[in-house]
């Protein structure tokens, strides 16, 4: 089995490339969902997470956009979470790419935004980036609810720069000339990489 590290900056249509990546039969596992399953009632973060935040914690839930715009302002707040998040997702992970080696799957991919930033990369086979022009990336992040040019200036700030992230890539996809093309793209690196990986 091979695995491949998907990352891109906020907009950039990294989940259209993972959606693409399932239809084209490889196993998809998105580090977003992990981390809300970890932190829901019940969930191996929830305690932790709760203790160090509990300003974040109502009817027995964690509000996830509260605790966000409270990492998101202050370094050593984002530092703690990190901590406490970081090394469980990466344990649902391996977890997760057990099983489905145990099952006879020949691709994998993790679909992980920070991947860079985190150091991800050495923990993979492969990596690819989805990317797209900025014009574009601000069109589809200024749709989205309660969005604002600042919020997405302050995004980019604290994300690598995309061009640093398609200069570390094995791989890239440009999402912004539609679906077909990025799926032909993604025909593409999976032929050239993966059948060669994999003999």
């Given at each position: 089995m091979i695995t491949i590290g998907l990352t891109g900056g906020i907009g950039m249509g990294k989940s259209t490339i993972a959606r693409q990546c399932a239809l084209l039969g490889a196993k998809t596992l998105n580090s977003?969902?992990?981390?809300?399953?970890?932190?829901?009632?019940g969930g191996k973060a929830f305690a932790k997470v709760s203790e160090n935040f509990p300003q974040v914690v109502a009817a027995g839930k964690i509000d996830r956009k509260k605790l966000g715009e409270i990492v998101f302002a202050d370094d050593k707040k984002l530092t703690i979470l990190e901590a406490i998040l970081h090394p469980l997702v990466i344990a649902e992970e391996e977890k997760f790419a057990r099983a489905m080696k145990n099952k006879g799957a020949r691709i994998l991919?993790?679909?992980i935004p920070l991947l860079f930033e985190t150091g991800g990369e050495r923990r993979m086979d492969l990596t690819l980036v989805a990317t797209a022009p900025a014009f574009i990336q601000a069109q589809r992040v200024l749709a989205r609810p309660h969005m604002t040019r600042e919020k997405l200036a302050a995004i980019r700030a604290r994300q690598m720069p995309d061009a640093e992230k398609r200069k570390r890539a094995d791989g890239i996809v440009h999402t912004g000339l539609g679906k077909a093309a990025s799926m032909r793209m993604?025909?593409?690196?999976?032929g050239r990489w993966v059948s060669k990986s994999l003999g």
């Open positions: 977003d969902d992990v981390v809300h399953r970890l932190m829901s009632p991919v993790l679909d993604l025909k593409g690196f999976l």
